[in-house]
C-alpha cells in the first residue's frame, strides 16, 4: 500500500527502457510474469488476496505505462499470488474472482480503446507520504480521464467514517461537469473477495464472471466544474476514474 514502493522498483528498469526505445525505437518493450511485486516476508493471505491488491496493480500497470512500457504480462497460474481468478478448485483454493481482476477492470477502462492514448504521472501534493498515485490520460495530446490512488489504509471499524481527501482536477476550458467513477471495497483495504466493485459492480464466480450491479451505489457520480477545476473527493483505501473528455 505505497506508491512509492512500485516506483522504486519499476524504476530499477528505467536504463534498459530509456536504451531501447534510444537504440531499437521499434521494439517494443514488455515486462512479462509480473506479480508478485512486494515484500517477501508478506505471506500471501495478507498482501494477495485482499482489496488492496486491486489499488496496487492499477497503480504498478499504469506507472508501468508512464514509463513506456507496451504491454505488462502478469502472472495467472492456479496459485500465484496476483492471480486475477481460480478458474478451478485446485490445492484447497475454491473457485473466485479475486481482487486483483477489479485492478485490470479499473486500468482498462481508463486506457479505453484508442491506439493513441497515452500516460503521464501526475505529481501531487501528498507525494512525500507515498500515499498518493494520480495518472493523467491523454489521446492526440488532449486530456481524456484522470486516475487518483489513495493508499492510505482504512478498514471497517478504524473509525465512524472512512477519511478521504479532496483533490483539485484542473479540466480543459468548456468542460463544466465531470463523470467519476470509483473502485472501493466497503469493508476496506484488507478485505477479501466479494465486497470489492467498480464502478457500481462486482464480479463473482456465482454470476460466471459477469458484472452485477451493487444496489445502490451508482456508476458514475458527476461533480461540477468550479474555476476551471473539478474538486474529486477519494476516500481512504479507494481509487477513481476521473472523465473530462468533452
Known amino acids: 500500500m505505497n506508491h512509492t514502493f512500485v516506483k522504486d522498483g519499476l524504476n530499477d528498469y528505467l536504463p534498459d527502457i530509456e536504451y531501447m526505445h534510444e537504440k531499437y525505437p521499434d521494439v517494443q518493450v514488455v515486462l512479462g510474469e509480473s506479480g508478485r511485486y512486494t515484500d517477501t516476508q508478506s505471506s500471501v493471505d495478507q498482501s494477495e488476496g485482499i482489496f488492496g491488491s486491486a489499488l ?24 500465484f499470488g496476483y492471480v486475477a481468478w481460480h478458474p478451478i478448485a485446485f490445492a484447497g483454493l475454491q473457485p473466485e474472482v479475486r481482487a486483483p481482476y477489479y485492478g485490470h477492470l479499473f486500468v482498462g477502462d481508463f486506457i479505453g480503446r484508442s491506439k493513441a492514448f497515452r500516460v503521464s504521472e501526475v505529481p501531487v501534493g501528498a507525494e512525500e507520504d507515498g500515499l498518493v498515485a494520480a495518472y493523467a490520460g ?109
Open 138 to 246: 491523454y489521446e492526440h495530446d488532449r486530456l481524456q480521464r484522470v486516475a487518483i490512488i489513495n493508499y492510505e489504509v482504512w478498514q471497517q471499524g478504524a473509525g465512524p467514517q472512512r477519511p478521504s481527501r479532496t483533490f483539485a482536477v484542473p479540466v480543459p476550458r468548456g468542460v463544466r461537469s465531470v463523470r467519476v467513477q470509483t473502485l472501493t471495497s466497503a469493508e476496506g483495504a484488507s478485505s477479501l473477495n466479494g465486497t470489492v466493485s467498480w464502478a457500481g459492480r462486482t464480479w463473482t464466480y456465482e454470476n460466471d464472471g459477469v458484472g452485477a450491479r451493487v444496489p445502490g451505489v451508482e456508476e458514475f457520480t458527476t461533480v461540477r466544474v468550479v474555476g476551471g477545476r473539478a474538486n474529486v473527493e477519494v476516500g481512504a483505501s479507494e481509487a477513481v476514474i476521473v472523465h473530462v473528455g468533452i
Open 56 to 79: 496496487w496493480t492499477a497503480d504498478y500497470l499504469l506507472y508501468a505505462m508512464s514509463l513506456n512500457v507496451t504491454r505488462v504480462n502478469m502472472q495467472l497460474g492456479q496459485v
